[in-house]
């Protein structure tokens, strides 16, 4: 079974600050993608990033990277430079081939506070 | 590109009506449709998979018989909340895939539904 974890339901960081949202993640599958979601209060969800299993190298898009460590099975999304706007929930996401589905099973949410 | 809307963006019923919401890929053709349902500040739970021209596949638990789907067309994904009542208030988000094989999955604006 696939199960994705986020231990941090708020978080709070200075403005201009970098912040690290944690996220694990299990999985059997040999192929997976790892994404991470930004949902502000209108409701939608916005894709931030996204991390192959087989990607050597760390995402990056601006100021998102995202912080891959396979053996330790860990997709921690860091942002840099925060801004207000960055104030929302956060949500970690796993995509795998089983059963040719290609569900997203997501995390709990981490909420962010940027704060001025 | 990849734009999903949804129809109706909020929606007020009394209990014991059917409330349709609906889930439009505008630019491209989504063979795979996802219906989630998200309760206040907690995470997207999928409901079901839906597949074009055929029957949608339920998460365990969730009632097939309350939530109709219906995916009649490559760009048209339909929810039937039947007989609503007011447990069934939530926030609802379909999101499309434009086949099961990619990773990418582009989220409508979600639907409130709030039945009285």
């Known amino acids: 079974a696939q199960k994705i974890t986020q231990t941090q339901p708020g978080m709070f960081v200075q403005e201009k600050e970098a912040v690290t949202l944690d996220c694990t993640y299990d999985?059997?599958?040999?192929?997976?993608?790892l994404f991470w979601y930004k949902q502000p209060s209108s409701g939608e969800m916005i894709f931030l990033i996204y991390q192959g299993s087989y990607d050597q190298q760390n995402a990056t898009e601006g100021r998102y990277s995202l912080n891959f460590q396979k053996a330790r099975k860990s997709a921690n999304l860091v942002i840099s430079a925060s801004q207000l706007g960055d104030s929302a929930m956060y949500f970690c996401?796993?995509?795998?081939?089983?059963?040719?589905?290609?569900?997203?099973?997501f995390g709990q949410g981490t909420t962010l506070q940027v704060k001025p | 590109g990849a734009v999903v809307s949804q129809h109706p963006s909020r929606v007020i019923c009394k209990s014991g009506t059917s409330v349709k919401i609906e889930c439009r890929s505008l630019?491209?053709?989504?063979?795979?449709m996802f219906w989630y349902r998200q309760f206040p500040k907690k995470s997207l739970m999928l409901m079901a998979t839906s597949n074009e021209g055929s029957k949608a596949t339920y998460e365990q638990g969730v009632e097939k018989d309350k939530f109709l789907i219906n995916h009649a067309s490559l760009t048209l994904s339909t929810l039937t909340v039947t007989s609503a009542h007011p447990e069934d208030s939530s926030f609802y988000i379909c999101?499309?895939?434009?086949?099961?094989?990619?990773?990418?999955?582009?989220f409508g604006p979600g639907t409130r539904l709030t039945v009285t």
């Open positions: 996401a796993m995509r795998g081939r089983s059963g040719n589905t290609g569900k997203l099973i």
């Open positions: 999101s499309a895939s434009k086949s099961a094989a990619t990773y990418e999955q582009y």
């Open positions: 630019d491209f053709q989504a063979t795979t």
């Open positions: 999985t059997s599958d040999p192929s997976y993608g």
